[in-house]
């Protein structure tokens, strides 16, 4: 079947992004997140024991691989890949011995392991230096740290090299032909190790290593956010409830007749002056609409909750209030509220009477606060529904009936995209309005409710949308008294 697709000339409030849509849906996650992540970081930072970090630097000036002179001693000599010769260096130097002379240079109870795990030697890409650097709870421990264990190393291969050149002195003797050999190891045993030396000693660090206080609370604001954005997301996309009036005319694409704003309680004659005005707009539409004697109209909705009793309720009335004779029956065989909402007690039901073939005139009773508003309690429990065939071979006869004492007849049905109750009554009627809240339709009712449309051949008369928003009219309220405004101009 084809819908008419004219609406009601109002903007599509289902248009945006669907991100947007679900950051502005559930906003309240994003913050929620953002603060218990912030709070989290403010009380680790707060507890948090600062670190420290100092650096020394190594320098290193392999010697040639062709000097044959230093042949007895163990000294770093350079090749064609600089790093690598940074990396030999380190290894040489990063020791177990080291360690323990760094800890007993230290003293204080310093450890070996405390070493091993404070202090770490990295080569600094593109140059020929080795970084050492120390952590520590306090600045100037850290800064001691390093310089301890240059001090160290140095001194463990400067003692290395010295008893190597030694040894290679003895080796040679008083042989005539090797003074230049002899006097490059004197200068070894004299001095050290000439491959590595103090480039830079590590001073004491003004601040805590790490990044400040306050950016690890923002990241982890920013994370929360994140983490926001995600669950709002992924929400939605399990969100069952239509988000917008837009999808409901996406699906359904009929007329918008009138929008509802969200209030609280039941209906009733003490309604909200904008909930009465939107079903006065609808009652006046219903009115210029040319109709033949009686109009019978089914109310239904795709799936419990929307507020389709609350619709007829109100619609009628509305109707009542134009001067129109109204009966309401209720169909709806599952969940009977109509009879409640009206403070009309102990109702007799068709189901009853169905046996009898009891005249309508005989259950239908008047509303305690509005007699020209009637009603027919079709079923009195859940048990009824059993009864469905017969209810609906009878609904003809007291529809045809009915139509004959009022003007108007509104049946409230179960959720047509839930139950398909109401289907077999829509051949009976004349008019079929459809009621969808936003947030709490379902939208699996929604597409079934629309499916059994489309198969059917049935063109419903409208839509009926609750809790729209109605902040941005200030129309209905109540305008200061002339006497007001005069005082106020005069003053």
């Given at each position: ?60 000036t ?113 042989q ?5 050999a002899?006097?490059q ?57 239509v ?42 539409q ?15 909705s ?24 109204v ?85 409230d049905t ?26 709490s ?18 063109q ?32």
């Amino acid at each position: 079947m084809s819908y008419d697709k004219t609406h009601d000339g109002l903007a599509d409030d289902g248009a945006g992004s669907p991100l947007l849509m679900a950051i502005a849906k559930r906003w309240w996650l994003l913050l929620v997140l953002a603060l218990v992540a912030g709070g989290i970081a403010a009380v680790g930072v707060a507890n948090r024991t600062p670190s420290y970090e100092a650096t020394a630097q190594i320098l290193v000036t392999p010697v040639p691989q062709s000097d044959p002179s230093l042949s007895g001693v163990r000294v770093l000599r350079g090749s064609s890949d600089g790093a690598r010769d940074l990396q030999t260096a380190a290894a040489l130097l990063r020791t177990s011995v080291n360690d323990a002379e760094t800890a007993r240079r230290i003293g204080g109870g310093t450890t070996a392991e405390d070493v091993q795990s404070s202090v770490a030697l990295e080569p600094l890409g593109g140059s020929n230096v080795i970084n050492v650097t120390a952590t520590a709870t306090d600045p100037e421990r850290a800064a001691a740290l390093a310089n301890a264990y240059v001090a160290a190393a140095l001194g463990t291969r400067n003692a290395e090299v010295r008893a190597q050149a030694r040894t290679a002195l003895r080796a040679l003797g008083n042989q005539d032909d090797v003074a230049s050999a002899r006097q490059q190891l004197r200068t070894l045993r004299d001095q050290g190790d000439p491959t590595v030396s103090v480039a830079q000693r590590a001073s004491a660090p003004t601040g805590p290593s790490g990044p400040a206080n306050w950016m690890i609370i923002l990241a982890a604001i920013v994370a929360g956010l994140v983490l926001g954005v995600l669950g709002a997301v992924l929400l939605e996309r399990v969100d069952r409830r239509v988000r917008d009036r837009g999808e409901l005319l996406r699906r359904i694409p009929v007329p918008v007749l009138t929008g509802v704003p969200a209030f609280r309680g039941h209906a009733g004659i003490d309604m909200p002056e904008p909930v009465r005005e939107a079903f006065r707009t609808l009652q006046i539409q219903l009115d210029l609409q040319d109709r033949d004697g009686c109009r019978r109209m089914l109310v239904t909705s795709p799936s419990s909750g929307d507020g389709k009793t609350t619709t007829v309720l109100n619609l009628a009335f509305a109707l009542v209030g134009a001067g129109q004779r109204v009966i309401v029956v209720d169909f709806d065989l599952r969940r009977p509220e109509l009879g409640r909402q009206l403070g009309l007690d102990g109702l007799d039901g068709m189901a009853t009477s169905l046996a009898a073939g009891a005249p309508l005139t005989s259950i239908m009773r008047s509303a305690p606060r509005l007699a020209p508003l009637r009603l027919v309690q079709v079923a009195t429990g859940a048990g009824d529904v059993a009864l469905l065939p017969q209810l609906v071979q009878r609904m003809e006869a007291v529809l045809r009936e009915a139509g004959e004492l009022a003007d108007y007849v509104l049946i409230d049905t179960a959720p047509l995209g839930e139950v398909g109750d109401a289907l077999p009554l829509v051949e009976y009627v004349d008019d079929v309005l459809l009621v969808g809240r936003p947030g709490s339709t379902d939208r699996r009712s929604l597409d079934a409710m629309a499916g059994l449309f489309e198969r059917a051949g049935i063109q419903p008369l409208g839509w009926v949308v609750a809790n729209v928003d109605a902040s941005a009219s200030n129309y209905h309220e109540r305008p200061k008294r002339f006497g007001d405004r005069r005082r106020t101009a005069v003053g």
